[in-house]
């Protein structure tokens, strides 16, 4: 099982960026795959998951502005980070639900 994110770089506030999650080892189908996102110094900031109904869910913070998606004929998920903002900055990696599994990341970081 491997995830590999990318989309990540640095924006000015307001702007906006579309991370990628290509899995590949299994099929993400069947299975829930989340965002999540660590800035420096902190914990795991859980950003959104999407079931394999399509059903999506997502943290408070986020809310209106993040949207994920997936394309199970590509094996990705998709991440649509829109009006980012300073406390946005992070490495964000998604992970399949209740396993071990995840990716390395990707930086993005919001800056004037």
């Known amino acids: 099982v491997q995830f590999v994110e990318s989309g990540g770089g640095m924006v000015q506030p307001g702007g906006s960026l579309r991370l990628s999650c290509a899995a590949s080892g299994f099929t993400i189908s069947t299975y829930a795959i989340k965002w999540v996102r660590q800035a420096p110094g902190k914990g795991p900031d859980w950003v959104s998951t999407?079931?394999?109904?399509?059903?999506?869910y997502y943290a408070d913070s986020v809310k209106g502005r993040f949207t994920t998606s997936r394309d199970n004929a590509k094996n990705t998920v998709y991440l649509q980070i829109n009006n980012l903002k300073p406390e946005d900055t992070a490495l964000y990696y998604c992970?399949?639900?209740?396993?071990?599994?995840r990716g390395q990341g990707t930086q993005v970081t919001v800056s004037s």
């Open positions: 999407v079931f394999a109904s399509g059903a999506t």
């Open positions: 992970a399949r639900i209740n396993s071990p599994f």
